[in-house]
């Protein structure tokens, strides 16, 4: 099946540390993105990336590190810096919007993650 | 900045009846508006994509309709079962992008209740 894999589904950061959330798709999606999901508020957009090697910052990527060596990975880093990590993580991916502008995002099952 | 308001931010209703769901926005130069729906604990789901020139989408029990003009759409679900409980989320695609950012609800938590 065809699909968008995030791993872990619960994650805890301890003071000081970096971690790191994966992202794994096999749609053959061009286009993948990371949103931050907490209570009463909509999703906000951390990183995107439209092709391998590239991304752009979304608007809330102070604290977060990304990268895109392959095509079918989009990991993203939780660093030290990010004060207030403890939310609920999606990735999504999409065909190319630049092939086509309505093309539906794609999410995962997300990532919890809490401070100890 | 693109806005984006779901009122109400919760309902609960018997199995049966039928429901709207609101969804706002502040900036009309839109490509598209997407409905979600998202169970505790988990992604989100696609349920209908209405692009910018048409009024309305219908999956099954669910239609969508489209007022550019007015910044506002709307999510109706017939005959509605516990199975729909969930929170349906409304996003906008803006327009002066090429990487189609969406702009995204807080939601609207449905309870279909027996």
């Known amino acids: 099946d065809g699909g968008i894999t995030q791993s872990p589904k619960y994650l805890f950061r301890k003071e000081g540390q970096n971690v790191t959330l994966s992202c794994e798709q096999n749609?053959?999606?061009?286009?993948m993105y990371w949103y931050r999901q907490d209570p009463g508020q909509g999703l906000r957009l951390i990183y995107y990336?439209?092709?391998?090697?590239?991304?752009q910052k979304g608007d809330i990527a102070e604290g977060y590190s990304v990268s895109r060596e392959k095509k079918e990975s989009f990991p993203l880093t939780v660093t030290s810096a990010q004060k207030n990590p403890t939310a609920f993580y999606l990735c999504?991916?999409?065909?190319?919007?630049?092939?086509?502008?309505?093309?539906?995002?794609?999410f995962g099952d997300g990532t919890r993650l809490s401070i100890l | 900045k693109q806005e984006v308001t779901q009122i109400p931010a919760a309902l609960s209703v018997p199995e049966g009846e039928n429901l709207v769901l609101n969804c706002s926005f502040t900036?009309?130069?839109?490509?598209?508006l997407q409905w979600f729906r998202q169970d505790p604990g988990k992604g989100l789901t696609s349920l209908l994509l209405?692009?910018?020139?048409?009024r309305e989408q219908t999956s099954g029990r669910l239609n969508a309709s489209l007022d550019k003009s007015s910044g506002r759409s709307t999510l109706y679900i017939a005959a509605s079962q516990p199975g729909d409980s969930a929170t349906y989320l409304c996003?906008?695609?803006?327009?002066?992008?090429?990487?189609?950012?969406?702009?995204f609800g807080q939601g609207t938590i449905l309870t279909v209740h027996p």
């Open positions: 999504a991916s999409s065909i190319d919007p630049g092939q086509g502008l309505h093309q539906p995002q794609h």
């Open positions: 990336s439209q092709i391998v090697n590239d991304f």
């Open positions: 900036d009309s130069a839109i490509y598209n």
């Open positions: 996003a906008v695609r803006s327009g002066g992008t090429s990487y189609g950012k969406l702009t």
């Open positions: 749609l053959n999606h061009d286009a």
């Open positions: 209405i692009q910018s020139s048409q």
